[in-house]
């Protein structure tokens, strides 16, 4: 749902900016204000979940995005919407912040792998249903029925989880002022992206960019010295099994972002495709994403985590790197978009699985809400390169190519920290 929920409303700007006479830019502000509240809000419900349960935190934010999505499609005003998005965006982080969480309840060590193939093939199929699940509702109704979609949807998911969802023990309550203090300078942190990729003035993002440096210190001065107990965990990162997958993913999720940002203008700008053959283009890399799960769990099964993931992110950084070195024709770029989906599934499983299976069952919770932050914040952070590439000129290919950079970046860190057992 959550990432569905996501993009799909994307189709349906341009109608919604024309009903309420508002313009491409200020509807653009749909998107932000979803994206923004569930980067923010993702690291501190999953934290909340070590405390009231996640299964209570998980529920909650489906109900939480089902009535948001209600009051969105009832919304009279561009400003009613972009309030009521954030929101949803709410729910949605309550979701997203305890999924990787329930994962390792739901399923023994053993198989937890399993668990994760399972989570990857319902992100994939996510990712395909969307775009054609957009253009689908908006060919028989409105835009209001975008939002409308989760209701029965989200009903579905809150009498099953009710249902099996399982029960974790209570963790020591986290700080609600060191929550505030680190959702605020997370908050900040991405502004200053999102202000770069928007062309603001180099003054405005200086003064958002040290904002956060100085709530970041607070938060430090704070809380950095109770240790385990402490909202954001930072004896985490001392695992190298944790801090350098952790660091493979947000490269990754940089990159992963700039190519998603920039292959469609390439196929614009050098093959001349319609906006309806892209999107068909693009979801080849959604279908390679979801025919590389059962491959990770057959061939992965039995190697080492680290060498495997890396050896799925330098499918990647090859396939980016072609991509963006010459010009090939339209069937290899498929082919390399292909690649590019199906190298970077193979990356996450045993990546994520590697994060949380490092982390102590006390910190779970923070684990699984790091995996969420970084993930967006890597997306924000890339969408904000890709958009200072553009704006100074620079060509998609060239995009690409610092994509690629990125991703190789990714298969260092991969390989920064060789422990780990078999994906499944």
């Known amino acids: 749902m959550t990432v569905v929920a996501q993009h799909i409303v994307n189709a349906g700007l341009p109608q919604i900016a024309i009903d309420f006479a508002a313009s491409n830019a200020e509807a653009v502000a749909i998107v932000t204000s979803y994206q923004l509240t569930l980067a923010v809000l993702v690291l501190p419900l999953a934290k909340l979940g070590e405390r009231v349960g996640f299964r209570a935190i ?86 209001p029925w975008l939002f409308l979609i989760f209701v029965p949807l989200g009903l579905a998911a809150v009498l099953v989880g009710a249902r099996d969802l399982p029960h974790n023990a209570e963790g020591a309550a986290a700080s609600l002022p060191s929550a505030l203090l680190f959702g605020l300078a997370w908050c900040l942190f991405l502004i200053a992206f999102v202000s770069i990729s928007h062309g603001e003035s180099p003054v405005i993002v200086a003064a958002q960019a040290l904002g956060a440096i100085a709530l970041g210190w607070i938060y430090l001065r704070r809380d950095g010295g109770r240790g385990d107990g402490a909202f954001l965990p930072l004896g985490l990162f001392r695992r190298c099994e944790f801090s350098a997958p952790m660091l493979a993913s947000a490269l990754n999720f940089i990159a992963q972002m700039m190519v998603i940002v920039g292959a469609p203008f390439l196929l614009r700008d050098v093959y001349a495709l319609a906006p309806a053959s892209i999107a068909l283009a693009m979801l080849g890399w959604a279908l390679a994403s979801l025919a590389a799960v059962p491959v990770v769990q057959t061939v992965g099964r039995g190697l080492p985590l680290a060498p495997f993931s890396a050896a799925g992110v330098a499918i990647a950084t090859v396939a980016i790197g072609l991509m963006g070195a010459a010009a090939w024709p339209l069937e290899a770029v498929v ?39 970084v993930r967006l914040g890597g997306q924000t952070i890339g969408a904000a390169f890709a958009a200072l590439c553009f704006a100074s000129g620079a060509s998609p290919r060239t995009a690409i190519l610092i994509a690629a950079a990125f991703c190789a970046l990714a298969v260092v860190a991969s390989l920064i920290c060789r422990r780990g057992a078999a994906p499944g």
């Open 58 to 143: 998980f529920l909650g934010g489906v109900a939480v995005l089902v009535g948001a999505s209600i009051g969105c499609a009832l919304a009279r005003d561009l400003l009613t919407l972009v309030v009521l998005r954030g929101v949803q965006g709410a729910g949605a982080a309550g979701v997203l912040g305890v999924t990787a969480a329930l994962y390792r309840l739901t399923f023994p060590s053993a198989r937890f792998g399993e668990g994760l193939a399972v989570h990857a093939a319902t992100v994939a199929v996510s990712q395909v249903l969307g775009p054609g699940l957009a253009g689908g509702v908006l060919a028989l109704a409105g835009w």
């Open 335 to 373: 082919g390399l978009l292909c690649a590019c989906g199906f190298g970077l599934s193979m990356f996450h499983i045993p990546n994520n699985r590697m994060i949380m299976m490092s982390a102590p069952d006390a910190q779970i919770g923070a684990a699984s809400g790091l995996i969420g932050a």
